[in-house]
């Protein structure tokens, strides 16, 4: 049986995804290849499954409350099947995920979006509670910008997800961020990331005091290159009230050797644990 909310989570940079909202559209070049769709749509059609309507944007209200079952503290994804900041989520959807959030204090959310103009907009409208934090997804130096509309939110912690990392970001910049997330691309049609754009955001992330999280090289499945850069893996996190950076890094440490390079047959189980 497939379990669209997973309790546990081989993303490096969490512990569990949440899925409130599935589905969703191509806002710009990083959405090319999106593994989400790619794995929503093998099931349209297929009547009684959770994707039979495949990656057309579905709300959820039944998975509202499933972050308050979790009595342990962990980092939770949020929507690592859709983007919480559609422009077709309707605001009180939105509103009642986030009072979810407030309610499931002793958790912390992380919320990732490429819709960064719909985030200013609302975030003034929305009660922030200390446990949220909130990203934005910057492929190119095209979107820059993101992290702009990132800054005028008053989230605890603001971080940035350079994955997949298609360019060059040298003109962003990091005053105003917590945390930086980079990696290559994975899948068949994988575009390849080139070592000069990591090692510019990492050598910028260190001068600037900004942990930095090396995700992933890419290649046909998210693990086949790992996830070493310059000789050591790179899991920098902001440090939270029950997780420590130091603890986060022997947990991707772990999730890594768990992955032998080139495990297709691996790379689609966990695709499935984590939706």
Not at 7 to 28: F, L, M, Q
Request: with cysteine.
């Amino acid at each position: 049986m497939i379990r669209f909310v997973a309790d546990h989570s081989r993303i490096e940079w969490t512990h569990a995804t949440w899925n409130p909202v599935t589905g969703c559209d191509k806002v710009s070049p990083g959405c090319a290849h999106c593994y989400a769709e790619t794995f929503a749509e093998r099931f349209r059609g297929v009547k009684g499954h959770a994707y039979e309507q495949g990656f057309d944007l579905k709300l959820w209200p039944e998975r509202l409350t499933v972050p308050l079952t979790w009595k342990r503290p962990r980092l939770v994804f949020v929507n690592s099947m859709s983007d919480l900041f559609h422009e077709d989520i309707p605001f009180e959807f939105l509103c009642e995920v986030f009072r979810t959030m407030k309610k499931a204090g002793w958790h912390t959310f992380q919320i990732l979006t490429k819709r960064a103009d719909r985030l200013a907009e609302l975030a003034p409208l929305l009660d922030w509670p200390s446990n949220v934090w909130m990203g934005v997804s910057i492929e190119n130096r095209r979107f820059v910008q993101r992290a702009d509309r990132l800054r005028t939110v008053k989230a605890e912690v603001r971080f940035i997800s350079a994955e997949p990392l298609l360019g060059p970001l040298e003109s962003l910049r990091l005053d105003g961020i917590h945390w930086l997330i980079a990696g290559g691309e994975s899948g068949h049609k994988h575009r390849p990331v080139k070592v000069e754009w990591l090692r510019d955001l990492r050598d910028r992330c260190q001068a600037e005091g900004v942990p930095f999280f090396f995700k992933q090289w890419g290649g046909n499945t998210s693990k086949a290159g790992g996830r070493v850069l310059d000789g050591r893996e790179w899991s920098g996190m902001p440090t939270t009230p029950f997780r420590t950076e130091r603890s986060m890094e022997a947990r991707a440490s772990r999730s890594a050797r768990a992955w032998p390079q080139g495990a297709a047959a691996l790379a689609v189980s966990s695709l499935v644990r984590d939706l």
